[in-house]
Structures are given as C-alpha cells and as structure tokens.
C-alpha cells in the first residue's frame, strides 16, 4: 500500500467526499421529516464517522479549524453570536456538510508534508465518551477546553460559568437517558426536564443515584450561574464576584461528577 503523503491526501479526499455523498440525502430526508426515525439513527451514525475524520484531519487538537468548525455546526446563533437552541437536525447536517466541503478545498491545496504532519499528532482524550447523546459530545469537550484556558488566564467569571454549563450539560444527558418516568419514581417533579432549574437537576440526579453529593461543594455563585448566563448582556457580566477560589471548586466539583457518571475514567 501507498502511505506517500500524497497517497495519503487521496485517501482523506475520497473519504471526505464519501461522507458528503452520504450527507446530502440525509439532510433531505431530515428537511422533509424531522421525525424520520431511520434517518435520525443514520445520521448519528454519519456525524460519528464525520467526527472521525475531523479528528484525524485536524490532528487530535480542537482547536484546529476544523475540529472547531465540527463543534460549531452543532450550535445556533442568535443575531449577536451567543449560542441559543439547537439546530434543527437538517440545519446540522447541512452545516457539516459545509464543514466537509471547505476540508476538501483545504486538503486538495496541501503540501505533501501537512496531512502527514497533522495525523502523526496523538489523539485528544476521550473525557465525555460517557455522554449518551453524540450531538453534544464535540461541543462539550471545546467547551472543557475553553473552561481550563478562562482559568489559566485568570478569567475567573468565565471558567467558572463554563465549567458550571459542562455540569448542567452532562447531568441533563444523564437525567434525559434515565428517563422522566424513573425520575418522577425517585421524587423528581413531573414537569419536563427541560423546565427544571439547575438546582433541581443536581438534586434529582443525586436523589436517582446518578451522581453522589459531590455537588454539595458547588459555590453559591454556582448554584445562580444562570442569572448570568440568561441575562441580556449574554452572560458576560456576573454580578457577584467570582474568585479564584470559586473556579477552581467549581471545576473540581465538575470533575467529580464527571467520575459518578463514567467510574471507568
């Protein structure tokens, strides 16, 4: 076999378009019908041979273009650039498909050299392969990596408000998977998960064994990080002083749960 980085360029090339040709039927079956069953499964399945390539395209880092643009698609914005709802499964598709298309203009541009370079990188961790939804996944483990960049740069009001996201975000997967049902047999309260407070899913998620009492040790400014977040300025100005101290405890506390729902790390 052919490993000359060329050879290898080839091969990313023809996957990539590979990909896209699988895509664009499944954006069109999803615009048609976003209930379409056989489709939502096909395309969880896609977005994970995506994310595959995205990864060894980009080297195993998520800041790399591509790795961040991935993230991204899984995103909407609102007229100002602060991240609201998801998108609807089409849109996603269709913005991936986007994602695929400017890797294959980049990757047909390349010196022989950078493909080899970029796939000799070693892979990222895997810290959310715990998390049951795959359409999260890439947003998540950005998101990490933009909390501990915030604490390294000693922005303490945005490390502690995106580690407190990552906790809410991986508790609700944990909470949805389980089920309302289960939930509302252990005490939790009948209305959708969607409508709980922050508080009350930490709780819950406790209460059904989900997690232990790790988040007792949340800071006050932790437990109201949405007042913040869903404020009018985007959440760019807390109100209460976030110290060091609070950062780092919240992203202990994170960590922490992280373990209760995936005790193989």
Same mark, same amino acid.
């Given at each position: 076999?052919?490993?000359?980085?060329?050879?290898?360029?080839?091969?990313?090339?023809?996957?990539?378009?590979?990909?896209?040709?699988?895509?664009?039927?499944?954006? +069109?079956?999803?615009?048609?019908?976003?209930?379409?069953?056989? &489709?939502?499964?096909?395309? =969880?399945?896609?977005?994970?041979?995506?994310?595959?390539?995205?990864?060894?395209?980009?080297?195993?880092?998520?800041?790399?273009?591509?790795?961040?643009?991935?993230?991204?698609?899984?995103?909407?914005?609102?007229?100002?650039?602060?991240?609201?709802?998801?998108?609807?499964?089409?849109?996603?598709?269709?913005?991936?498909? +986007?994602?695929?298309?400017?890797?294959?203009?980049?990757?047909?541009?390349?010196?022989?050299?950078?493909? @080899?370079?970029?796939?000799?990188?070693?892979?990222?961790?895997?810290?959310?392969?715990?998390?049951?939804?795959?359409?999260?996944?890439?947003?998540?483990?950005? &998101?990490?990596?933009? #909390?501990?960049?915030?604490?390294?740069?000693?922005? *303490?009001?945005?490390?502690?408000?995106? @580690?407190?996201?990552?906790?809410?975000?991986?508790?609700?997967? &944990?909470?949805?998977?389980?089920?309302?049902?289960?939930?509302?047999?252990?005490?939790?309260?009948?209305?959708?998960?969607? +409508?709980? @407070?922050?508080?009350?899913?930490?709780?819950? &998620?406790?209460?059904?064994?989900?997690?232990?009492?790790?988040?007792?040790?949340?800071? #006050?400014?932790?437990?109201? *990080? =949405?007042? *913040?977040?869903?404020?009018?300025?985007?959440?760019?100005?807390?109100?209460?002083?976030? #110290?060091?101290?609070?950062?780092?405890?919240?992203?202990?506390?994170?960590?922490?749960?992280?373990?209760?729902? +995936?005790?193989?790390?």
């Amino acid at each position: 076999m052919d490993e000359s980085p060329r050879a290898q360029i080839e091969t990313y090339l023809t996957h990539l378009k590979g990909l896209i040709r699988r895509g664009r039927p499944l954006r +069109d079956e999803l615009a048609a019908d976003p209930l379409n069953g056989a &489709a939502i499964t096909a395309t =969880r399945r896609w977005q994970e041979d995506c994310g595959v390539t995205v990864n060894q395209l980009s080297g195993g880092s998520k800041a790399h273009w591509l790795a961040r643009s991935f993230s991204g698609a899984f995103l909407m914005r609102s007229a100002d650039g602060h991240a609201v709802e998801g998108a609807t499964p089409a849109e996603i598709v269709k913005r991936l498909l +986007d994602v695929l298309e400017k890797a294959v203009t980049t990757l047909s541009g390349m010196d022989d050299g950078q493909v @080899s370079a970029a796939s000799s990188q070693p892979p990222p961790p895997h810290r959310f392969d715990f998390i049951h939804s795959t359409e999260i996944r890439p947003v998540v483990e950005q &998101a990490y990596i933009d #909390s501990r960049r915030a604490l390294e740069q000693q922005d *303490y009001d945005l490390a502690l408000l995106t @580690s407190c996201g990552i906790l809410e975000a991986i508790v609700t997967d &944990a909470l949805e998977h389980k089920g309302l049902t289960a939930l509302i047999a252990a005490g939790a309260p009948a209305e959708k998960i969607a +409508d709980w @407070s922050f508080e009350t899913r930490l709780t819950v &998620a406790e209460r059904a064994g989900l997690i232990r009492s790790g988040c007792a040790r949340l800071p #006050s400014v932790a437990r109201t *990080y =949405r007042d *913040y977040t869903d404020a009018g300025d985007g959440g760019n100005g807390m109100k209460a002083k976030v #110290s060091e101290r609070d950062a780092r405890q919240a992203g202990q506390v994170l960590h922490v749960v992280m373990r209760d729902l +995936d005790p193989g790390r």
